[in-house]
């Protein structure tokens, strides 16, 4: 069994920071990529930022480009996603993924299907 737990959300005015963790537990399994998504009230779920678990590669959704910073500690099994400059409509549940498929471009891992494990979901909340 694979366990994806998300920790540090919660509240905070626009324009204050977050960082968020998912920490990996359980079985061993091939970790090629690891992704967080975002889904508020009455939207789909939305993909906000990748990385590549062994080379660290990065991509970013357009929405969260330039104020949130996805890195990971390997030694740790944690991946996190630090959020600056937050707006309410960064407003949702975050959930961690991971992916055990290989992509040779960095984009494909904004799709949700190519995720096998996903966490519980963190709420983070930001108030104008």
């Known amino acids: 069994q694979v366990q994806l737990v998300e920790s540090g959300g919660g509240s905070v005015q626009a324009g204050g920071s977050l960082r968020l963790s998912c920490a990996a537990s359980?079985?061993?399994?091939?970790?090629?990529?690891m992704g967080w998504f975002r889904q508020a009230p009455g939207k789909e779920r939305e993909f906000a930022a990748a990385?590549?678990?062994?080379?660290?590669?990065?991509y970013y959704a357009d929405s969260v480009k330039g104020r949130f910073t996805i890195s990971r500690d390997i030694a740790k099994n944690t991946v996190y996603l630090q959020m600056n400059s937050l707006k309410p409509e960064d407003t949702a549940v975050y959930y961690c993924?991971?992916?055990?498929?290989?992509?040779?471009?960095?984009?494909?891992?904004?799709?949700?299907?190519?995720?096998?494990?996903w966490g519980q979901g963190t709420q983070v909340t930001v108030s104008s």
């Open positions: 993924a991971a992916s055990s498929t290989y992509y040779r471009t960095d984009s494909h891992y904004a799709g949700d299907h190519v995720y096998r494990y």
């Open positions: 359980g079985r061993t399994f091939s970790r090629v990529a």
């Open positions: 990385i590549r678990w062994s080379g660290g590669s990065t």
